[in-house]
């Protein structure tokens, strides 16, 4: 400021000049601050001193366009994956669904971690379907679903259109979206999981067959340590979708899937309400990889749908699996900018 102060005997003109500059002076020290706090607003303030520069957590918008999924499609995956019936473990409908899964990633890298699962019901097949998307960049986005359907229900009729066939149909759509040329970014795995439900009564035993074998064999395989960020698509076609924070997951990577969401206009569908949900991203979180689940686990009223004959179609809509499909690619485009 030292500078600018004008002596009593200059000049009219130097003063007005002088003024001038002060003014333009002001004006971007206000540019500045703002600037400086729409980065910081982005990360969680507590951790960095005031004074200090805040390095973004979430990387500022770009210019690349909003990323966005066919959502018909998607819906009609779902419609067909259901049309199979029950598809539990062990059974002809689980067979019939890994071929439809596996026609539908002819020339894509595909693997499987299959094996067999001693459960308290007998042994049973089980297969995770992996489709591997690579990318420029060193390391790997893992998005993961389910497509088994609860067993204990294997003869009520229940078809899990919702729990089982609304995860599969996202990432057969993640598969179209992610065909073709080597992504500009981190490779992405598609991961069918197999064996999610219990087959008597949800316990860390009775639960996650397919999950806890492929963190275990990622762990012996080094994999894990390449993995940025995993994420669980679970019951996300509910027409009426409400996304609880599940708690379980890392902090930082629901705050970006929160912000992807909010790009995109569709943070009304996830709600800072908290919730403790047990899902395919227990193994790995265990394991330390930062992972997130994004589940609608409040399914009609009170839940009344969830894991009843009562998931069918007509409860679902293609534009919950686009609000979660956009998102969840927003989220891997926030990714690699990181
Ligand atoms: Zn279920």
Excluded at 9 to 29: D, E, H, R, S
Excluded at 31 to 51: Q, V
Excluded at 148 to 177: F, H, K
Aim: hydrophobic share 40%; proline share 6%.
């Amino acid at each position: 400021m030292d500078i600018l102060q004008a002596s009593p005997g200059a000049p009219l003109w130097l003063k007005i000049c002088l003024a001038l500059l002060l003014t333009v002076a002001l004006a971007n020290t206000e540019a500045c601050t703002k600037g400086t706090d729409a980065t910081a607003g982005a990360a969680p303030k507590s951790e960095f001193p005031a004074a200090t520069p805040v390095p973004p957590q979430v990387a500022a918008p770009d210019n690349a366009p909003l990323p966005h999924i066919d959502s018909k499609r998607a819906f009609q995956y779902t419609r067909e994956v259901t049309a199979f019936g029950p598809r539990y473990m062990g059974s002809e409908n689980h067979k019939n669904l890994e071929r439809y899964i596996l026609d539908h990633l002819k020339g894509d890298q595909v693997e499987d971690d299959a094996f067999t699962a001693d459960t308290v019901e007998g042994k049973f097949p089980v297969r995770n379907i992996i489709a591997k998307f690579p990318g420029t960049k060193d390391g790997i986005i893992v998005i993961l679903g389910h497509y088994d359907t609860n067993y204990p229900l294997r003869n009520t009729g229940y078809v899990g259109a919702n729990d089982g066939g609304s995860s599969t149909a996202i990432l057969l759509e993640y598969a179209n979206q992610l065909r073709g040329k080597k992504r500009d970014g981190y490779s992405v795995w598609l991961v069918w999981t197999d064996g999610e439900e219990a087959v008597q009564k949800w316990s860390d035993t009775d639960s996650l067959y397919g999950a806890r074998h492929l963190a275990e064999k990622w762990e012996k395989d080094g994999t894990l340590k390449k993995i940025k960020a995993l994420m669980v698509m679970d019951m996300i076609g509910d027409a009426d979708l409400n996304i609880d924070r599940n708690a379980t997951g890392a902090p930082w990577l629901l705050d970006l899937i929160y912000a992807a969401a909010e790009r995109l206009g569709y943070q009304s569908h996830f709600y800072a309400r908290q919730s403790s949900i047990e899902d395919d991203h227990l193994p790995f979180v265990k394991r330390g990889v930062p992972s997130a689940d994004v589940i609608d686990l409040d399914y009609g009223y009170n839940n009344v749908f969830h894991h009843t004959p009562q998931d069918t179609m007509d409860k679902l809509s293609p534009k919950s699996l686009e609000i979660v499909g956009d998102t969840i690619l927003e989220t891997i485009h926030m990714l690699d900018q990181r």
